[in-house]
């Protein structure tokens, strides 16, 4: 079914590329981050910043969270993981993976229906909504509601509002939300459901909906140093929690939930 089924086959494409990258990295004087797809603008301004500030170097790997979290279990290298829902941090956290010591929920979230910028639709987001009608036969971008978090999310609240069985065939499932986010941007879709803060870091596409919060569970984002973290990454872990860290997260659309904030 045409071009949006090589979307799914490059999940495998990224998970090779996650292990070169890990294992490249296992040893060297580095923290290695993997983070979540939607994380991708605002961790890498505050990479930057630490790395300007402190001449420690940071290495970032963005995906899914689900690839991530797999890699982890895989292969050893990473120091941090960053994921974009508690799922998957569990699913480290059972496997002792993780410092359970330092996790933390630092981050929330919102969850929107985009449009291509150009388009003139406004749907709010109720019970029941006409969102089939809506794609005027077209797909719904949304993050493989199976595995990557947003989609899970979107899933959870097409569900709670009554329309998921109206557009489950009529998906463009990607391998994470900035894919989904990336077929909206380039008109290949006519909606899609992505973070708030994938909507405003990308101009080609416009809010037309956003999803009541008691539709799905809350969008948090836990972090945590791995098992085999490497004795530089605490710092850069503390370092995301500091007033300058958590203004940029603020100004890309986050919500600060870190402890103590």
């Not at 969102?131 to 899970?152: C, E, N, Q, T």
């Amino acid at each position: 079914m045409f071009r949006f089924r090589a979307a799914r086959t490059a999940l495998a494409a990224v998970f090779f590329i996650a292990v070169s990258f890990s294992t490249a990295y296992a040893d060297a004087d580095k923290t290695l981050v993997f983070a979540a797809a939607s994380l991708t603008d605002v961790l890498t301004a505050i990479g930057k910043d630490y790395e300007a500030e402190t001449g420690k170097k940071v290495v970032l790997s963005f995906a899914s969270s689900s690839v991530l979290a797999r890699q982890i279990e895989a292969s050893p290298g990473a120091d941090i993981f960053f994921s974009a829902d508690e799922e998957w941090m569990d699913y480290l956290a059972t496997r002792g993976l993780i410092r359970a010591d330092t996790r933390a929920d630092l981050l929330g979230n919102e969850l929107v229906l985009v449009a291509p910028a150009g388009s003139t639709m406004n749907l709010p987001v109720t019970q029941g909504f006409p969102l089939l009608d809506a794609l005027h036969g077209g797909r719904l971008a949304i993050g493989d509601p199976d595995s990557v978090p947003a989609g899970k999310y979107g899933r959870s609240a097409l569900t709670s509002l009554g329309v998921w069985g109206s557009v489950v065939d009529h998906l463009a499932q990607a391998e994470n939300v900035r894919v989904a986010l990336a077929y909206v941007a380039r008109g290949e879709t006519p909606l899609g459901i992505v973070y708030k803060t994938d909507a405003l870091a990308q101009k080609k596409v416009r809010v037309v909906g956003a999803f009541p919060e008691d539709s799905h569970l809350p969008i948090t984002y836990p972090v945590a140093l791995t098992k085999t973290a490497g004795p530089e990454a605490a710092s850069f872990l503390a370092y995301l929690g500091t007033p300058k860290a958590i203004e940029i997260f603020a100004k890309a659309g986050f919500t600060n939930l870190a402890r103590g904030q």
